[in-house]
């Protein structure tokens, strides 16, 4: 039995506004320190003027996935947001090898699994569609870049933000260390060993969050826990407090 009750159907995209899709996939278990964790999947399609796609945090590979893709349009970027999203992106290279695909600065060395990286998401000049906005966030462990989808006003994280709904945590010890690291609905936020990563480069930090704050957002989506389809400025603001 998973760990988490799922968002289904799962590898279904579903629509998260105007030319917006969430795809929800199965869980995964991912190490921390000498344990695993289990963690819910979601990617972030985005359908650009002309068809082609921009795809967010690929999930495991799919055929019914890859049908469902297909019929939204063709897939023209692969996006591996932070350090720790992008295990998958080999699986879709293959599947889409005219693809373009975006990293942040340092994964090449730091993966644990090969895959092309064609350009970094850093500086102020992203190699990003029209309808895109990006900013990076540095950290020491874990950097992420941050998205601004302008057509549906929406801000697409990676683990920036986490927004466990309680009631769909099995497991009353993965409740209370949802709880523990300020990641519960519905005052989800940057977990809080992450923030710590944070510091040393705090002004750096401060300067890409008041980025992200003055973007016209509505809408929030995140990989892991309920998504915000409205006040999603507001829960911005209030979810990183901690970094202003």
């Not at 506004?17 to 964790?37: H, K, L, T």
């Not at 920036?160 to 209370?176: D, G, Q, T």
């Not at 523990?180 to 923030?195: E, F, I, S, Y």
Request: glycine content about 8%; charged content about 20%; proline content about 10%.
């Amino acid at each position: 039995m998973s760990s988490f009750v799922p968002y289904a159907p799962l590898n279904v995209p579903k629509p998260f506004g105007e030319g917006i899709w969430i795809v929800d996939g199965p869980e995964i278990r991912m190490d921390y320190g000498p344990a695993s964790m289990p963690f819910p999947t979601r990617m972030t399609v985005v359908r650009l003027p002309g068809g082609r796609l921009w795809v967010h945090s690929p999930i495991a590979p799919d055929d019914a996935l890859f049908a469902a893709i297909d019929r939204l349009g063709e897939v023209g970027w692969l996006v591996a947001p932070n350090s720790i999203h992008y295990w998958y992106v080999a699986d879709w290279q293959a599947r889409y090898p005219a693809a373009q695909t975006l990293a942040v600065p340092g994964l090449a060395e730091k993966a644990k699994r090969d895959f092309r990286i064609d350009a970094l998401l850093e500086g102020p000049a992203m190699p990003l569609p029209d309808d895109i906005a990006g900013v990076l966030v540095p950290g020491t462990m874990v950097s992420e870049a941050v998205f601004f989808h302008r057509p549906s006003r929406t801000v697409i994280l990676t683990d920036l933000i986490e927004n466990f709904e309680p009631a769909r945590v099995r497991s009353r010890l993965f409740r209370a260390l949802v709880r523990l690291a300020g990641v519960a609905h519905p005052g989800g936020g940057t977990p809080v060993d992450m923030r710590l990563t944070f510091w040393p480069r705090r002004r750096a930090v401060r300067a890409a969050m008041a980025q992200i704050l003055a973007w016209d957002c509505e809408r929030v989506v995140m990989a892991h826990g309920l998504p915000y389809e409205s006040g999603g400025a507001a829960e911005l603001r209030r979810a990183f407090g901690w970094a202003l």
